[in-house]
């Protein structure tokens, strides 16, 4: 169990390197941090659905990585990074960029609440995806161009 554990902390720490190697490229690093909500959310889905057994520190690493992706989130749509590298960054978040960061404020409270009482158990994962994923869903909704 605990070489499970390790091997998933180690592809999120590879998914950050990647955006680190990328750091020239706004659009890049945006990619690379919502891939790594993505595994961390793919993560914690599998024990929500019981199609993965509860580990605590899976759950840790995903909530951790969750709040760590949308506190730099933000900071990563400098002016002239509309356009590029395939992104589905809406127009609208340099229209509203108060809204659109308070939205990733929200999504990273709610990681971080989730973090301090920590899921025991698959029912517990399965409540605290639901306060985050309507930050996810809310944000894409607003400040994502499906492509």
Same mark, same amino acid.
């Given at each position: 169990?605990?070489f499970?554990?390790?091997?998933?902390?180690?592809?999120?720490a590879?998914?950050?390197?990647?955006?680190?190697?990328?750091?020239?490229e706004?659009?890049?690093?945006?990619?690379?941090m919502?891939?790594?909500?993505?595994?961390?959310?793919?993560?914690l889905?599998?024990?929500?659905?019981?199609?993965?057994?509860? *580990?605590?520190?899976?759950?840790? &690493?995903?909530l $951790?990585?969750? +709040?760590?992706? %949308?506190?730099?989130?933000?900071?990563?749509?400098?002016?002239?990074s509309?356009t590029?590298?395939?992104?589905?960054?809406s127009?609208?978040?340099?229209?509203?960029p108060?809204?659109?960061?308070a939205?990733? *404020?929200?999504?990273a409270?709610? &990681?971080?609440? $989730?973090?301090? +009482?920590?899921? %025991?158990?698959?029912?517990?994962?399965?409540?605290?995806?639901?306060?985050?994923g309507?930050?996810?869903g809310g944000?894409?909704e607003?400040?994502?161009?499906k492509?």
């Open positions: 169990m605990k499970k554990t390790l091997a998933v902390a180690a592809a999120l590879g998914l950050g390197a990647g955006a680190v190697l990328a750091a020239g706004p659009q890049v690093v945006r990619q690379d919502m891939k790594k909500v993505g595994g961390a959310m793919g993560a889905s599998g024990i929500a659905k019981g199609e993965k057994p509860y *580990d605590a520190e899976i759950v840790k &690493a995903s $951790a990585t969750m +709040s760590e992706v %949308a506190r730099a989130f933000p900071e990563q749509f400098p002016a002239g509309e590029g590298a395939e992104t589905e960054a127009p609208k978040i340099w229209e509203a108060d809204d659109f960061k939205k990733a *404020d929200r999504l409270a709610d &990681a971080e609440a $989730a973090l301090a +009482s920590l899921p %025991a158990d698959q029912a517990g994962v399965g409540a605290a995806l639901g306060a985050i309507k930050n996810c944000c894409h607003v400040y994502r161009v492509k």
